[in-house]
């Protein structure tokens, strides 16, 4: 009898999920274990009733989200009615492009987990082990010796693949001492204010939001339509909360485009594959003069508008910027919502948005094999143009926010004109423009920051890599073999990392539920 490949996922969410299904579709006879930290497999932090609540909505759409044995809508659609009570979800209204709360989501990732174990062929084996949490991984022999801790008992076992689908990596929130600093503002439920109901979150894109929605929801309540959503603080004192950042603006409303999205036929995976056959030199300088090409056919008027001298990644961020800075504040936002609902109700495409929500994916083909100075020019300016242009979140968010500013509880500041952060005498000082403000608590909401392998805390693993930069590409390799470790004492071991930190400093746009299943497909694959 065969014997069975015993795999580690380590990790328990969205892409350990996918990463099962697509080995579950194998013919090979595996063993896999699923190591989850926490008390729920499936949803992950973005996901969980421990880290949101109810009110936290995702960012994407039902029908972008990649199904697993079903898609979100279906299992909406068949849900019990104390789940669609739960959400306020009609069953007869749900829709292919509907926003749901995140915990809803991950009730959907817990539910198609355990459907996918209980359905599984009988040569496969499948075992979840929850409240586990792994501490190293050491390469021995043609495997891998795993330590893990289970409460306070800790343990080793052996197995011949790994796959590393750790998520989100996030400080604990509970601030040292009185410091009323939190690292990062999940879970929502742990976040404190002090005695002035007051607190400065750093950071005004969606984990900014999310901080903001949170401790709104948790000191008072949306009441209200869409059409007509205010906020009532539940004391005296009003909740003052202020959202911080260099530029000061929030992501844009969703917009409408086409689903499925349609291709591009000038900035193509396939061109940019024969450009970068012609040498690593120059590429991303390359890449960028062809997206010129597809952004002027596509929408010359807007590219007349940027008024560019020379098209470089520099200048074009520079521009693009300049564009957003001239829609900061609340009218502003409350205009580009109303253009927005507009555009959905036309189902009129805004083009250069479109086009650069479609191009980012092209981009991240050519992005592992960047040189360190070109990947450093990609991180500075491109980056965050595209994130900006294709994040959006959905309309019930930015009707919060607009709805927390006319109660009076919400601003929105921008740091790049001399503003600044201080901390002393246990309060955070605020100063912008000549005017101060000072919070007992600080609220870290910049987002997941990419980190190195070594800072996943797998200290054998660490030291037995023949690289630094693990996800870095050289040519020749293929396509099944770009989320494998290269070890030094074995070219070829079946340990892969499709961890998201790590992933986004060569795979900037990573974060995805979408990006998530792709990579787990390329590594069920490749094993």
């Known amino acids: 009898m065969r014997r069975q490949k015993r795999i580690a996922l380590i990790g328990g969410g969205p892409t350990a999920v996918y990463t099962l299904k697509n080995l579950l579709q194998k013919a090979d006879e595996f063993q896999i274990t699923i190591f989850e930290a926490g008390p729920v497999a499936g949803c992950g932090i973005p996901y969980s009733r421990e880290h949101n609540t109810p009110d936290m909505m995702a960012n994407i759409t039902s029908v972008e989200i990649p199904p697993v044995l079903v898609s979100l809508a279906d299992w909406v659609r068949s849900a019990d009615a104390g789940l669609l009570k739960t959400f306020g979800i009609e069953r007869d209204q749900v829709g292919e492009r509907d926003y749901y709360p995140r915990t809803l989501i991950g009730a959907y990732y817990i539910d198609q987990l355990e459907s996918m174990v209980a359905s599984a062929a009988p040569w496969h084996k499948v075992t979840i082990e929850t409240e586990t949490r792994v501490l190293d991984i050491k390469p021995d022999g043609k495997g891998f010796e795993i330590m893990m801790r289970t409460n306070t008992v800790t343990t080793t076992r052996w197995f011949d693949a790994v796959v590393m689908a750790t998520g989100h990596l996030s400080e604990p929130v509970k601030p040292k001492s009185d410091s009323g600093l939190y690292r990062s503002p999940y879970p929502v439920q742990n976040l404190q204010l002090g005695s002035d109901r007051a607190a400065l979150i750093l950071g005004s894109s969606l984990s900014g939001i999310d901080a903001a929605v949170g401790l709104a929801t948790r000191h008072g309540g949306f009441v209200g339509s869409a059409e007509n959503l205010s906020f009532k603080p539940d004391a005296d004192q009003k909740l003052r909360l202020v959202m911080v950042s260099r530029k000061g603006t929030v992501p844009d409303a969703d917009f409408f485009y086409p689903i499925p999205e349609e291709p591009l036929m000038i900035f193509t995976p396939a061109r940019l594959e024969k450009l970068r056959q012609d040498g690593r030199a120059g590429l991303l300088s390359r890449a960028f ?137 246990g309060r955070f000082t605020l100063e912008v423009g000549g005017e101060t403000q000072t919070f007992e608590t600080l609220i870290d909401a910049r987002g997941q920051r990419p980190a190195s392998i070594s800072e996943l805390g797998f200290l054998h693993l660490d030291g037995a890599l023949a690289k630094d930069e693990v996800l870095r590409r050289a040519s020749g390799e293929g396509e099944d073999d770009q989320f494998r470790l290269r070890l030094a004492n074995r070219p070829v071991a079946d340990i892969f990392c499709i961890s998201i930190p790590v992933m986004m400093e060569r795979y900037p746009f990573a974060q995805g539920l979408v990006a998530c299943s792709e990579a787990a497909e390329v590594v069920a694959t490749a094993l």
Not at 306 to 327: D, I, N
């Open 289 to 425: 003069k062809l997206f010129k090409l597809q952004l002027a056919a596509d929408d010359p008027d807007f590219l007349q508008r940027l008024a560019l001298p020379r098209f470089t990644p520099e200048g074009f961020s520079k521009a693009y910027f300049a564009m957003r800075k001239t829609r900061q504040g609340f009218d502003a936002i409350a205009q580009n919502l109303k253009d927005s609902t507009e555009d959905y109700r036309e189902r009129r495409v805004v083009m250069w948005r479109y086009t650069m929500m479609r191009a980012h994916e092209v981009f991240g083909t050519v992005v592992p094999y960047l040189d360190d100075r070109e990947l450093t020019r990609f991180h500075d300016h491109l980056a965050p143009a595209f994130a900006d242009a294709y994040g959006c979140v959905p309309h019930l968010s930015i009707l919060r926010l607009l709805a927390l500013h006319r109660a009076g509880c919400l601003d929105i500041v921008a740091l790049e004109n001399g503003g600044t952060i201080r901390y002393g005498a």
